[in-house]
């Protein structure tokens, strides 16, 4: 089992920058990916970025140029860097670690608004 917290989330004027941090927990050793989602009222979560084990990485086309993923392996923590965000980034973002399983963290409210 994998246990996941993120922290980070809040309100900022369109232009600002947000990071969101996912501490992992538990049997974190078989994580091959972890992953930040968001979900906007009235709207199916999607994908936000992806990194993987070998440090590959993918962002939706929406977040690209602005928002970075990494992840710290000491500190058994992934990051979403968000810049220059927009009021379409506000949603609830969720983080996401995958082995043979898929687990979820409880989501951090982003709201982008003057």
């Known amino acids: 089992q994998v246990q996941l917290v993120e922290s980070g989330g809040g309100l900022v004027q369109p232009g600002g920058s947000l990071r969101l941090s996912c501490a992992a927990s538990g049997s974190i050793s078989t994580i091959y990916a972890m992953g930040w989602y968001r979900q906007a009222p009235g709207k199916q979560r999607e994908l936000v970025a992806l990194i993987t084990r070998g440090d590959s990485t993918n962002y939706a086309d929406s977040v690209k140029g602005r928002f970075t993923i990494s992840r710290d392996n000491a500190k058994n923590t992934g990051y979403l860097q968000m810049n220059s965000l927009k009021p379409e980034d506000t949603a609830v973002y969720y983080c996401?670690?995958?082995?043979?399983?898929?687990?979820w963290g409880q989501g951090v409210q982003v709201t982008v608004s003057s």
């Open positions: 996401n670690a995958r082995d043979r399983l898929s687990y």
